[in-house]
Structure formats: C-alpha cells, structure tokens
C-alpha cells in the first residue's frame, strides 16, 4: 500500500486503509457516499499540497480526486465562464486560461494542488484571491448526501477563508470561474513586489504571459514552485497565515512590522507580516530543532520544509515551538 508521504508535497504522512482513485465525477459522488455511509474514517485528497497527515493512519480511507475536465459553460462580450473538474491541476488551469486570453487568475500561477482545493482556502496571492471570479461550487454534502450548488455569497470567503474551513463537510465535485478577455491582458496589477517585477505602476495591465512568468520567478525565489531537486519546496507553502490583531495591539508593534489595514471592519483589526514576526521571534530561515529534519525554508520563513526523512510528528513540533516564540 502507498504511504501518504508519497502523495503530498511536504512528504509526510502513514499507510492508510485504502486509498479510492476517483477518475470521474460519478465515481467521486458514488466513493463518497459509500464511505460515508459505512461511517469510514476519511479524507479527501488532491494534490496533497496543503496537508500534514499524522505517521500512523491505520483506519483512514483515501479519496483521490483525479477527475479531469475544462468546458467553456457561457461567454457574454468580455466575460466568459468556465466550469472545471475538481482533480485538474490548478497551474495547468491557470496556464490554460492564460492560453485563451482570459484574465483573472494570472498572478496565481505556480500554485500547487488542484482547482477543487482551490476555494476550501480561498488561494491567493498577489493580489488576487480565487473569490473573485468564483461564481459556483459543485458540492457533495456530508450531512444529505446531496448535490448542492453553492454560489460565492454563501462561500462566505475570507482571507485564507470559507466556509468549508468551518464546519461545512463534503466534497467538491467542480468549481466555475467567471473570467475577462481583455485581448491578452491581465486584469490590473494590485501588488506592490508584483508591478515592482514588471516595471509597472498599480493598476496598470501587461501581457498575462508577463504576469505569469514574474509570477513564478517571484515563488521561485522563495521555494514556492515545486522542484524535486530544491528541498525548499517540500513543503506546505505558506504555513502559517498573516494574524488580525487589534489596531491597538498593532500600535504597541514597531514601525518596521509591515501591516495592512483590514477593510472589513474600517481599521478596527491590523493585518501584520508573520514572516517579520517569526524572524523578530528569533527563528531565522533554515532554523531546526536538534535532531529534526523540519526546518525552516532558506528562502522564506513562513514554510516548514522536510529536508529528507522528517515525520509529521517533527513538522508538528516545529510550527508549535515556531508559534509558541511568537
């Protein structure tokens, strides 16, 4: 049997039960409904970038979501809607709508997992976030058995947010997307290292190749484009998420802390740089414990890497010392 360290990308994770490869939609639903409904132990996996699962998994049932499909389901002038199978890749989903001139996940390219993971976290970074241009979500709910279609009002998406990440149980099963054609452009830059790397000013559009091919070489830098041959990249990504402190609390911090204002609630909570906490904690890139092989990246601070052979128990142990200093 697979172990599950061989199915994510910071490799780790035990030998479970069963794993259930899923190849179509009907086979995801059908494999779903009969583990739930033999009260199974489960998970379902995608790309496994995402997860750290425990060393000893001796009861778990694996859903593998490896369905495949992207299909045109509506254009009017400048938009077009895009219903696509949960287990596709998401960077090859973003390569293909860069393919077809459509613009609005461009500056998310380089990510790791699949496009159904891709709004149980609502996946960003700079400046666009998957909540934007999600207009539907195919789910299989856990409670019902039933097929629901969930617009992005009742997502309830946040920052690394939705409602899938409280309490919300099931699968999905397809994710569609409303994007722009803007002739090959991107939608406007929004991030400040962004329109640094391509010598614009906020706002401003470039060709989607150009955004796209910053975009990696900016991940790149930090670790965060898997490379089998780069250590940096067993990881999670981002581990740890920026915290929301009080503006008070934010007032007591020193002024080289980066922070953004939250427009949610005019000011009233900060949002500060957990990268620049964790290094002011005194955890530096490539920090480990004795004996551990978690580390910390080299190339940035916020993602916890096996350097070869780490356990889940070690990568544990490391993010609690890591938020415990902070």
Not at 89 to 97: I, K, L, S
Not at 98 to 115: D, H, Y
Not at 145 to 163: I, P, Q, W
Request: aromatic share 6%; with cysteine.
């Amino acid at each position: 049997m697979t172990k599950l360290a061989e199915l994510t990308t910071i490799g780790v994770g035990g030998e479970p039960a069963r794993i259930v490869p899923c190849h179509s939609r009907q086979e995801l639903i059908d494999a779903a409904i009969g583990v739930w409904t033999r009260g199974d132990d489960w998970l379902v996996l995608g790309g496994g970038s995402n997860l750290v699962i425990a060393d000893s998994v001796p009861e778990l049932t694996v859903l593998q979501v490896l369905t495949r499909g992207v299909a045109v389901t509506s254009e009017t002038g400048e938009l077009v809607r895009v219903g696509v199978q949960a287990g596709e890749n998401w960077d090859a989903f973003v390569a293909h709508c860069i393919e077809q001139g459509w613009a609005g996940v461009e500056a998310l390219s380089g990510i790791p997992g699949t496009v159904g993971a891709a709004p149980m976290q609502n996946i960003g970074a700079y400046g666009q976030e998957v909540s934007s241009v999600i207009t539907d979500v195919e789910f299989l709910d856990y409670e019902t058995f039933e097929l629901e279609h969930l617009t992005s009002a009742e997502l309830d998406f946040g920052y690394r947010d939705s409602v899938f990440k409280r309490g919300k149980l099931g699968v999905v099963t397809q994710v569609e997307f409303e994007l722009q054609k803007h002739g090959g452009m991107s939608a406007p830059v929004e991030f400040d290292q962004l329109a640094s790397a391509l010598g614009v000013g906020l706002g401003e559009q470039v060709a989607l190749e150009q955004v796209r091919t910053s975009v990696l070489n900016l991940r790149s830098a930090k670790g965060m484009v898997l490379n089998p041959a780069d250590r940096d990249t067993a990881s999670c990504g981002s581990f740890f998420t920026n915290p929301y402190i009080s503006e008070r609390t934010a007032r007591t911090l020193p002024d080289g802390c980066p922070r953004w204002d939250n427009p949610v609630d005019d000011g009233a909570t900060v949002k500060v740089s957990a990268a620049w906490l964790i290094e002011q904690a005194g955890v530096k890139r490539g920090f480990a414990l004795p004996g551990s092989s978690a580390a910390v990246s080299s190339k940035h601070t916020l993602a916890i890497t096996n350097r070869g052979g780490a356990t889940a128990r070690e990568v544990a142990e490391l993010a609690a010392f890591i938020q415990q200093r902070v």
